[in-house]
C-alpha cells in the first residue's frame, strides 16, 4: 500500500491535460516519422527508446521542488559553460561544425543544456531581487544569457543559440520592462542585424539569408531545400494525399525529410486540414504550459515556467517559417514531431519543471472512517 501511495504521488504532480496534449502529438510525430523515414522500423524504433528517456526524465524532473530546482541552477549553469568551452577545444566535428562532445559510448550536445540551464540561471539571478529589474539587473541578466550564445554561435550553431537567447530573453520580459526599454531594443534590432550578417555569420549562413529573399536565383543550390519544401506544403492541398503517400519524400526530393524538414512531410500527407489540427495541438500544449507558468509558487517558478513555455512556441515559429519559406534555415527541429534524442529529451524536461514548479497538489491521504 505504501508503495502505491509513493506512485500515486509521483504521478499527482503531472498536469493530465498536459500529458494528454503531449501524448497525441508524440504519437503523431511518431507515426510521421515512420513515413519520412521511408517506412523505417529501426528509426522509429530508436525513437521510441527516445521518448521512453525523456519520459523519464520528465517524470523525474517534476517532483523536484522550487527551493531544489534553485539550488541546482548555479552548478548546472557552470556545468553547461564548463562544457561549451570543452567543445571549442576538442569538440566533435560534424558537418563542418564542432558541436559534440564524444564519450565514446554516445556523442551529446552541451549546448542542449543551456537551453534549461539559461533560463534557470536569469530566473535564479531575478528571483532574489525587486521587480521590475533595474537597468543594472537587465545588464547583468542580459550577460548571463550572452555567454552561452556567444560559446555556442561559435560552434557554429544558430539554430540553438537563437533558441538559448529566446529562452533567456523570455525571463526578462518576464521580469518586467518599461515600453520604453521595448522599444528601443526594438529600434536597434536592424542595427545588429546587419552587423551579424556581415561579421558575426559564416559565409554559408550569409548565403541563407539571401537564399529567403530569393530562392528561385539558385534553384539547385542553396534554393532548392526551401523551393522543395513549398512545393511538398503545397501539393498536400486541403485534405492531403494520404499517408506514406507524399511524392516529395517518397521520391527524396525532400533534404533531412527526418528532421528539419518533417512539417514538409506532414503537410504533403494531410493538407491543410491536417496542419491546422497540428498548429492547434501546439497552441493548445503552450496555453496550458503557460497556464502553469502563473501557478508556480514563487518568483523563480513563474519566470522559469513563462519562459520554458515560449520557447516552445519559438522552436515550432522558427521550423514551420523555416520550411515555408519565411525564415532563413537554420536547423531547428520541429518539436516532439522531428527525429532526434537530444531534442525530445530537452523538451520532455522542460514539461517536467514546468508541471513541477507549479504549486504542489495535495498528497493522497488515506483517512480512517472514524
Same mark, same amino acid.
Given at each position: ?103 565514446g559510448v554516445f556523442r551529446f550536445q552541451p549546448s542542449e543544456i543551456m537551453k534549461l540551464a539559461g533560463p534557470m540561471m536569469v530566473a535564479r ?5 525587486p521587480l521590475p529589474p533595474s537597468l543594472k539587473d537587465i545588464i547583468v541578466a542580459l550577460c548571463i544569457v550572452m555567454l552561452p550564445v556567444l ?6 550553431? *544558430? !539554430?540553438? =543559440? $537563437? ?14 520592462? @518599461?515600453?520604453? /526599454? ?121 519566470? *522559469? !515556467?513563462? =519562459? $520554458? ?14 520550411? @515555408?519559406?519565411? /525564415? ?43
Amino acid at each position: 500500500m505504501d508503495i502505491l501511495s509513493r506512485v500515486f504521488r509521483w504521478f499527482n504532480q503531472l498536469d493530465l491535460i498536459l500529458m494528454s496534449g503531449l501524448v497525441i502529438l508524440l504519437f503523431l510525430g511518431s507515426v510521421t516519422l515512420y513515413s519520412a523515414s521511408g517506412e523505417n522500423y529501426a528509426m522509429v524504433s530508436r525513437q521510441g527508446l527516445h521518448i521512453l528517456l525523456a519520459t523519464i526524465v520528465m517524470l523525474l524532473l517534476s517532483q523536484v521542488k522550487s527551493k531544489t530546482m534553485q539550488s541546482w541552477t548555479i552548478w548546472v549553469y557552470g556545468l553547461g559553460v564548463l562544457l561549451l568551452i570543452l567543445v571549442m577545444a576538442q569538440g566533435h566535428i560534424g558537418m563542418g561544425a564542432r558541436r559534440w562532445l564524444d564519450l565514446g559510448v554516445f556523442r551529446f550536445q552541451p549546448s542542449e543544456i543551456m537551453k534549461l540551464a539559461g533560463p534557470m540561471m536569469v530566473a535564479r539571478y531575478f528571483s532574489d531581487r525587486p521587480l521590475p529589474p533595474s537597468l543594472k539587473d537587465i545588464i547583468v541578466a542580459l550577460c548571463i544569457v550572452m555567454l552561452p550564445v556567444l560559446l555556442i554561435v561559435k560552434q557554429p550553431d *544558430l !539554430g540553438t =543559440s $537563437l533558441l538559448v537567447a529566446s529562452a533567456g530573453l523570455f525571463v526578462i520580459y518576464f521580469a518586467g520592462l @518599461s515600453w520604453k /526599454l521595448i522599444i528601443a531594443t526594438l529600434s536597434a534590432i536592424p542595427v545588429g542585424g546587419y552587423f551579424l550578417f556581415h561579421y558575426g555569420m559564416h559565409a554559408y549562413q550569409q548565403q541563407r539569408v539571401l537564399t529567403l529573399f530569393d530562392p528561385e536565383s539558385n534553384r539547385l543550390g542553396a534554393g532548392y531545400h526551401i523551393i522543395q519544401s513549398k512545393i511538398a506544403i503545397g501539393s498536400g492541398g486541403v485534405y492531403g494525399k494520404g499517408w506514406t503517400e507524399g511524392d516529395q519524400s517518397r521520391l527524396d526530393f525532400l533534404p533531412e525529410r527526418h528532421t528539419d524538414f518533417i512539417f514538409s512531410v506532414f503537410g504533403e500527407e494531410f493538407g491543410l486540414l491536417g496542419n491546422i489540427i497540428l498548429l492547434s495541438l501546439y497552441v493548445f500544449i503552450i496555453w496550458r504550459s503557460l497556464y502553469l507558468a502563473t501557478q508556480g509558487k514563487d518568483t523563480f517558478s513563474r519566470l *522559469l !515556467g513563462g =519562459s $520554458l513555455a515560449l520557447t516552445f512556441f519559438v522552436y515550432l515559429f522558427v521550423n514551420t517559417g523555416m520550411v @515555408s519559406g519565411i /525564415l532563413p534555415v537554420v536547423g531547428v527541429p520541429l518539436p516532439l514531431v522531428s527525429y532526434g534524442g537530444t531534442s525530445i529529451v530537452t523538451l520532455m524536461a522542460a514539461f517536467g519543471i514546468i508541471m513541477g514548479l507549479q504549486k504542489r497538489k495535495r498528497d493522497y491521504r488515506h483517512t480512517p472512517h472514524t
